[in-house]
């Protein structure tokens, strides 16, 4: 059916994730208990690991994660040198600590993984897609922690509306150090492969590419296309439009080259639909109103940066109609607090606030019961405001201390959340950039990026628009600077430092515009989901899209560095 068939190449080079704090833990053997201190995503998998292969009693393994100077998916799972660290305390007697240097955290920790994406799509005259043909191949490394292919894959199945899939993931092992979780796992190369082939097919089928994609992205009917269930909410269509608007695209896109002078400019734009930021099990939490009104939330998140204990403290603030500041919350320790899952796939928004929610609405109920007593009406005609109880319509009530003075113990509340049924959670995000090229020197230089993001209704204004900031410049790092680099002949990796792996640093940063799209999710609290791994996709082929406006040199390749451009260009002279 399709009048126009496209096939392409493209490829990735392995990252590594780079976190301020590399791996380190301490571990302390005392009266036949281990407690260890980790770097940790999932404290609570670190206890069940440790106690398995020490073979002792999970209640003897406590794991505690109260700070970290972040993760990006590199600490999500038990690691031998937890192991190693636990053993050396329990045979010295003394704590142990073991730490990652710079060097070691290249070589030995995990890696976003290479991968070859070759791509053959089929359209109509008319912009329709009519088919997607993808064969994938991801190279793990010398350990397999996770099928990377198929999270390529994953991409493909759900951006766009398409009657005809075939996708092939071939994970490989390679002589190199190991594969794992990075930031929106698989979906940044499936995004930079998908939305620079797309980006080619609608200009040769004369199309502009934001109509290209506004024809062809899945619709909240459509759902995930694969498993055959519609999503839960999705503004793409709004995140398209409301990007073009903000970056100025009617105004400003133009025909590839025709910016004049050696220093050309040019638009490029990307979408993506990211099955992070959906609910996963388990999700539990706890709520203890103390008898000064003031509150503990009780839950096994680990915080990475991203502010998810500042979030969890909104979330229940707002279900008890308190103030912020009266909420302390004790996360990610496996003595204190319950399981929550790990701080990965963008899901503590929506797992572990809907269990804290319902946590706080079951402490709440114990309270209106109390108070219903003292008012002399039903607990269903009550409602709580500024740290007082009232009966609806009055204002006339009772302080929570003075509820609380009549309770037989502390109140705490319980909220195990469970997953909803017959519909997926998806986070849809459009990003619009602005590249300025030397066609003299190649070097590349973003002077604007736009993020519209719909990732339900923002909790935590703030720190979505960080993780927005956070994963965008991650994002254009993977697209224009990072690279680790082995020698074929004999294995040896090139740059594992600082020096020479090359991140992307404030002085590369350009103007980050955020725009947020808040459809209320009917699954998550107070309509969120998650936030945390969207932004990283898009920008690199947004800005490959971009580079091609400007000069006319396509790019299929990561990084994009100055070779690329002056290869590019010297290619294209001679055509």
């Not at 636990?86 to 070691?104: C, D, N, Q, W, Y």
């Not at 099990?281 to 998810?308: C, R």
């Not at 302390?328 to 003595?335: F, G, H």
Request: contains cysteine; neutral net charge; proline residues 5%.
């Amino acid at each position: 059916e399709a009048d126009l068939v496209y096939e392409g190449k493209y490829s990735t080079p392995m990252l590594q994730h780079v976190s301020a704090e590399p791996r380190v833990c301490v571990a302390q053997w005392e009266r036949g208990k281990l407690t260890v201190w980790d770097s940790s995503q999932y404290t609570f998998a670190t206890q069940a690991g440790l106690a398995h292969i020490l073979k002792i009693p999970m209640s003897k393994v406590r794991v505690i994660c109260e700070f970290m100077g972040g993760g990006f998916g590199d600490k999500l799972q038990p690691e031998r040198y937890s192991v190693l660290a636990a053993i050396l305390s329990m045979k010295t007697g003394h704590p142990v600590r073991i730490e990652f240097t710079r060097e070691e955290n290249f070589l030995a920790a995990h890696h976003r993984y290479p991968t070859v994406c070759y791509l053959k799509y089929g359209a109509k005259k008319d912009g329709t897609l009519t088919a997607i043909q993808a064969k994938v191949v991801g190279d793990m490394g010398g350990y397999c922690h996770l099928d990377g292919a198929f999270d390529v894959i994953g991409t493909m199945k759900v951006v766009y509306r398409c009657p005809n899939l075939k996708g092939e993931g071939y994970t490989v092992y390679t002589n190199k150090p190991e594969g794992g979780a990075m930031r929106c796992v698989g979906h940044p190369a499936g995004d930079f492969a998908q939305e620079v082939h797309m980006d080619i097919m609608a200009e040769k089928l004369g199309l502009d590419p934001v109509d290209f994609r506004l024809k062809n992205h899945a619709v909240l009917a459509d759902g995930d296309q694969d498993r055959k269930v519609p999503f839960s909410s999705n503004a793409m269509e709004e995140c398209i439009r409301k990007g073009a608007e903000a970056v100025g695209w009617a105004q400003q896109w133009q025909k590839p080259g025709a910016s004049p002078g050696p220093l050309k400019k040019g638009l490029g734009m990307a979408i993506h639909a990211c099955r992070h930021g959906a609910m996963f099990l388990p999700s539990t939490g706890m709520v203890k109103i103390n008898s000064d009104g003031t509150v503990n939330v009780l839950i096994g998140t680990a915080d990475l940066g991203g502010n998810q204990k500042s979030t969890m403290a909104i979330i229940v603030a707002e279900e008890l109609g308190i103030p912020l500041q009266t909420v302390s919350v004790t996360s990610a320790d496996t003595d204190t607090t319950l399981d929550t899952g790990s701080t990965g796939g963008s899901k503590q928004t929506i797992g572990s606030g809907n269990a804290i929610k319902l946590a706080a609405a079951d402490a709440k109920r114990q309270l209106f019961e109390i108070a219903a007593r003292e008012l002399k009406t039903e607990k269903e005609n009550l409602e709580l405001r500024s740290g007082r109880i009232y009966p609806l319509g009055s204002d006339t009530g009772i302080a929570i201390t003075d509820v609380l003075k009549k309770a037989p113990a502390a109140i705490t509340g319980r909220g195990t959340a469970s997953l909803p049924k017959g519909m997926i959670t998806h986070c849809f995000a459009a990003h619009f950039v602005e590249v300025e090229v030397d066609t003299l020197s190649g070097k590349i230089r973003v002077l604007k990026l736009v993020a519209a993001h719909d990732a339900g209704k923002v909790i935590n204004l703030l720190g979505a628009e960080n993780q927005i900031d956070g994963g965008a410049i991650q994002g254009m790092g993977f697209g224009l600077t990072e690279d680790q680099i082995f020698d074929n002949a004999t294995g040896i990796c090139l740059n594992p430092n600082l020096v020479d792996y090359k991140l992307f640093t404030m002085k590369d940063v350009p103007e980050i515009h955020t725009v947020f799209i808040e459809p209320i999710d009917r699954h998550g609290p107070f309509g969120a989901k998650g936030i945390g791994e969207p932004p990283y996709g898009p920008p690199a082929p947004a800005i490959a899209n971009a580079i091609y406006n400007a000069i006319g040199v396509r790019i299929t390749e990561l990084p994009m560095n100055i070779r690329s451009i002056l290869e590019g260009l010297s290619k294209k002279s001679k055509a």
